[in-house]
């Protein structure tokens, strides 16, 4: 089911992890969380893997991976730069702050640069809204965040 040892360490590390949970039902969400954590993205062998293991069909997986958008299926970059979308976010400047990172890593939305180091998405809300507008790298929280802020973000992530 996979192709190196890194690999065949986290599924060892997701299997133990599914043969430690007390209760199976209602744990799908928990093993995709530790899943992503673990191998970045859920590839369709990851989803297949996690059905197995929670006796559940690989449609129920897919469905849930599909309809949270916290879940990924294509591997993101090192670096995953969130610009929260919120109204509060939006109103103060959001916007720009996106089209700016879009511009700098020459990529869009859902995108990852071609070095594999960054990757661009969007939140409708993290809850900040009195930082607005916010920008997250990886769990790293950034507010009052400007367009003007973007080139030293970067080449902070970038050494």
Known sequence: MCCNNLEKQYFNELEQFINNLEEK???LISVLHKAQN??????????????????????KVNGVVTFYSYFTEEPTGEYVINICMGTACFVKGSGDVLEEFEKKLNIKVGETTS???????????VGACGLAPVVTVNDKVYGHFTKQMVDKILDEYKE
Not at 38 to 46: H, I, T
Not at 115 to 125: A, S
């Open 25 to 27: 039902n209602g744990s």
């Open 38 to 59: 673990l191998f970045g993205y859920l590839s369709k062998d990851v989803q297949k893997f996690v059905a197995k293991k929670l006796d559940i069909p690989v449609s």
């Open 115 to 125: 070095d594999g180091k960054f990757t661009i998405q969007v939140l409708r809300c």
